[in-house]
């Protein structure tokens, strides 16, 4: 059988650092020995080299053998239960071994069981009640408001439960750098409170197994590594452990803890919403060991820590949006006049700075800028708005470094360093935005974060030095907290309607100005048509009077070609005289006071056969009308209506044949209008033609076009409005008319009435 150790032996340089599979380092710490069965038979897979040290019994002779030829059934039924764990689920097991008790601490993976055993005599520790510690604490829980108090009373208590030197509460920022907020530690001690530390410190894949594993020890940081052995079958064997106590950790992390004079490690990870939120780091200068109930002490410490993160902010954040909140309720219940100069008197409310502790704000609508406070100057704001509407696509945003994440606008840094924008609208450069200025902070790192990692001849090293480097950060604000960004959006949000409503007053005042300059036109207008019109028919009829008078003569006396020249002048006074009386009908019609009443079309027909018979006898035309409905309309505009069509298809008749005029009630004819699916069940349709001269079907609109006229004058008499009156009657019955002509063959005239 051949034997082969499973240690990682690749070497880490600068570029794979982060890649380094410190879950599989193939070794452990000597302070005990681990196993690896299969979870399939509980045949050791896997045994570390000292073995012996802990049962007598070498690695090679329990490779391959049954779990249960060593330590019996008893072990094999514990083992039996711990098949199914899952994540960081762990079991302690005691068994008698040769006169002596073990204990195990048993895990699963995904196809093995890790077994681990640690020697007792290492433990050292003094007499502790675990229950009373336990209890000070939750006392001290209870005295404390801020996260800061717990986390500095969590390092008293985490002190006392292990004996160690130094412990910290370490927190990650968003970009994993971290730093101590708390501290207990040894009076001798330097403090490294407040102190940061770059996100290389404690590298990707090393946050990701304290996000497996909440608990790591180191017990003696000058420990030699042992190997951990399985069979060569020819396969490449790992044993993933993730969530092993002793696993041995990376030469990298070793080197950096011997280079700051560490001697033993604890380390407790706080998880809050599924993230690394931080550490309990704890440090000893010599040797220590823990017993597997102190460190679930200490670890129940950290559970504490994060199951209060959400409390102690929550009630942070509600003192602070206690104020945030008085200043929103006291710009949302100003009363504000409907018009732009309201804005001149909401931009000094000085609750609008205090919402999100800015110093300036800037409201730009329709290219005029309302300002107060530091902002940049208003072509700057102009130049903002402009660019952050086209970037953001009309929406929001916001920063605490515009130098950057905005560096064209480098030269407004000088006033403002941070900026909060919203859009106003979605097509506008329309837009609110909050100014915060320039912060400048100093942070202590331990050590110049720029050498975090140094390169020497074995190769990647991290840092020796952790002298206390100070950075100064210019060019960037305070953060914006939440808070602040859901006061600013709900009041963006009021900002906006109430735009919305100054807009609709401002178009409602214009649309009333306007309506009421329409109004005086149209009486004007009127008056002057009516005057224009009526004083015009007197000089017609004088025109006539003589001309009439002079045909009357004799034929010596006035001279054919004089007399055919007034004949001519008479005529054309007719003519004028007729379309003077026609647009007076076509605009007094808008002011028909008439009441609508049922109408028997079929008796105004036969009303205006007898009125007509003058026109229809001499051209021998035919009306007919049979089953019309009753609609409801004007009678006298009604009766204008077919008298207009009449006339016009006696006027177009074609000269080879009778005129034959046919009125019916007719199903259903498509409108041209979208919203009528089924004209019939909404309209009487009524149809009228002729067997005139028709026209062509391009002209089916614009023949009700008033003046539209299709022949000269001298070859069809008339004004041009016909049609056009016949198209406003229907108007003013709320209908609809509409023509289909066939030249050569007459026309089709259909009239929608309202049922």
């Not at 950790?249 to 998880?271: D, F, K, R, W």
Request: aromatic fraction near 8%; hydrophobic fraction near 35%.
């Amino acid at each position: 059988m051949n034997i082969r150790n499973i240690v990682n032996r690749n070497i880490v340089n600068l570029d794979n650092c982060d890649q380094e599979p410190i879950h599989i380092p193939g070794s452990i710490q000597p302070h005990g020995f681990l196993l690896g069965v299969s979870k399939d038979n509980f045949d050791i897979v896997f045994c570390s080299e000292n073995a012996d040290q802990y049962i007598g019994i070498s690695y090679k002779q329990l490779l391959g053998k049954n779990i249960k030829e060593i330590f019996g059934t008893i072990l094999v039924n514990e083992l039996e239960e711990c098949k199914d764990f899952k994540d960081d689920h762990s079991k302690t097991i005691k068994i008698n071994y040769n006169d002596k008790v073990l204990e195990f601490a048993v895990h699963a993976n995904d196809d093995h069981l890790v077994i681990e055993m640690e020697d007792l005599q290492h433990y050292k520790d003094e007499e502790r009640n675990m229950f009373d510690l336990s209890k000070e604490f939750l006392g001290y829980m209870e005295d404390t408001h801020t996260l800061q108090q717990l986390c500095a009373l969590v390092t008293n208590g985490v002190r006392k439960i292990t004996g160690y030197d130094r412990v910290m509460v370490y927190r990650f920022d968003k970009d994993y750098n971290g730093e101590v907020i708390a501290e207990s530690k040894r009076d001798d001690l330097e403090s490294f409170l407040g102190l940061h530390y770059p996100h290389t410190d404690i590298p990707v894949q090393a946050r990701t197994l304290y996000l497996k594993n909440l608990l790591r020890i180191i017990a003696d940081v000058n420990y030699v590594p042992v190997p951990i052995y399985t069979i060569d079958n020819g396969k490449q064997t790992l044993l993933d452990l993730s969530h092993a106590v002793l696993r041995s950790v990376s030469p990298i992390h070793v080197q950096y803890l011997h280079n700051i004079g560490v001697g033993a490690t604890l380390t407790i990870s706080l998880i809050h919403k599924k993230k690394l939120w931080g550490l309990i780091a704890c440090h000893h200068y010599s040797p220590k060991y823990l017993s597997h109930e102190i460190r679930t002490a200490a670890k129940l410490q950290g559970h504490f820590i994060t199951s209060q993160i959400d409390v102690r902010q929550l009630n942070e954040e509600y003192e602070a949006s206690k104020k945030v909140n008085e200043s929103v309720k006291e710009l949302l219940t100003h009363k504000l006049q409907l018009n732009r100069a309201s804005l001149n008197i909401l931009i000094r409310n000085e609750n609008l700075l205090s919402i999100c502790q800015a110093c300036g704000v800037s409201i730009l609508v329709d290219n005029q800028v309302f300002k107060n406070g530091v902002t940049p100057d208003e072509h700057d704001i102009k130049d903002l708005a402009s660019f952050l509407a086209m970037h953001t696509n009309h929406t929001h945003f916001v920063t605490n470094s515009v130098l950057k994440t905005l560096p064209d606008f480098k030269h407004i840094t000088e006033k403002t360093a941070g900026l909060n924008y919203y859009s106003l609208d979605n097509i506008t450069q329309n837009c609110i935005i909050w100014y915060k200025p320039e912060t400048i902070s100093e942070v202590f790192w331990a050590g110049d974060p720029s050498k975090a990692i140094e390169k020497d001849k074995t190769g990647l090293s991290p840092r020796k030095s952790f002298e206390s480097w100070k950075e100064t950060v210019k060019y960037q604000s305070n953060p914006w907290l939440q808070m602040e960004l859901q006061a600013t959006t709900n009041f963006t949000n009021v900002l906006q309607k109430h735009l919305s409503s100054v807009f609709l007053a401002e178009e409602e005042e214009k649309q009333r100005e306007l309506a009421q300059i329409l109004s005086e036109t149209n009486a004007e207008l009127e008056n002057i048509n009516w005057i224009s019109t009526h004083d015009l028919q007197e000089p017609l009829r004088k025109i006539q009077l003589i001309s009439s008078f002079i045909l009357s003569k004799d034929d010596s006396e006035v001279s054919k070609d004089i007399s055919d020249k007034i004949m001519r002048m008479n005529k054309s006074a007719e003519r004028m005289q007729n379309l003077v009386k026609d647009i007076l009908k076509y605009t007094r019609l808008n002011y028909s006071k008439e009441s609508f009443v049922e109408i028997n079309l079929n008796e105004t027909l036969s009303e205006l056969e007898a009125e007509l018979s003058d026109s229809l006898t001499p051209q021998q035309a035919t009306l007919i009308y049979t089953n019309l409905p009753i609609v409801h309309g004007v009678p006298f505009l009604l009766k204008q209506l077919f008298s207009n069509l009449i006339y016009n298809s006696l006027k177009f008749a074609e000269p080879n044949r009778l005129p034959m005029l046919t009125i019916s009630s007719v199903g259903n004819v498509p409108l041209e209008n979208p919203s009528i699916a089924n004209a019939e069940e909404v309209f009487h349709i009524i149809k009228f033609s002729d067997n005139g001269i028709g026209f062509e079907k391009d002209y089916n609109e614009s023949v009700f076009n008033i003046f539209t006229r299709l022949h000269t004058i001298d070859k069809y008499q008339g004004s041009g409005i016909g049609l056009a009156l016949c198209k406003k009657i229907m108007n003013t019955h709320r209908g609809y008319i509409k023509a289909d002509g066939t030249l050569g063959k007459g026309v089709d005239f259909y009239l929608y009435f309202p049922k």
